[in-house]
């Protein structure tokens, strides 16, 4: 089992920045890929960006390249997502999320099923 635990989320104005974290316990955090997902009101969960194990590889949805950051650090089992240039359009519960797939796997981890364990989630609320 891996407990996930996100913080960081609050109020701020659009244009400014918020900076999240999910620090995981129980099973070796090491190997498992890392993601950031977000619902909004009355809207569909989507994937927001992740992180390969090893931290060398970076996927980002479109909406968010440029203006987000998602990093690791295997020896605190700690995942960040630093947020940028925060629009109203953000505003969502963010959930980080984490699993383990085949080494042979090569895709960007962006789905929900190539994820085992959530977070509770934070929420982010950018005003206009």
């Known amino acids: 089992q891996v407990q996930l635990v996100e913080s960081g989320g609050g109020l701020v104005q659009a244009g400014g920045s918020l900076r999240l974290s999910c620090a995981a316990s129980?099973?070796?955090?090491?190997?498992?890929?890392m993601g950031w997902f977000r619902q909004a009101p009355g809207k569909e969960r989507e994937f927001v960006a992740s992180?390969?194990?090893?931290?060398?590889?970076?996927y980002y949805a479109d909406f968010v390249k440029g203006r987000f950051t998602i990093s690791r650090d295997n020896a605190k089992n700690t995942v960040w997502l630093q947020m940028n240039s925060l629009k109203p359009e953000d505003t969502a519960v963010y959930y980080c999320?984490?699993?383990?797939?085949?080494?042979?796997?090569?895709?960007?981890?962006?789905?929900?099923?190539?994820?085992?364990?959530w977070g509770q989630g934070t929420q982010v609320t950018v005003s206009s």
């Open positions: 999320a984490t699993g383990v797939l085949p080494s042979y796997y090569r895709g960007s981890y962006s789905k929900e099923n190539e994820y085992d364990y």
């Open positions: 992180i390969s194990w090893t931290g060398s590889s970076t």
């Open positions: 129980g099973r070796t955090f090491r190997r498992y890929h």
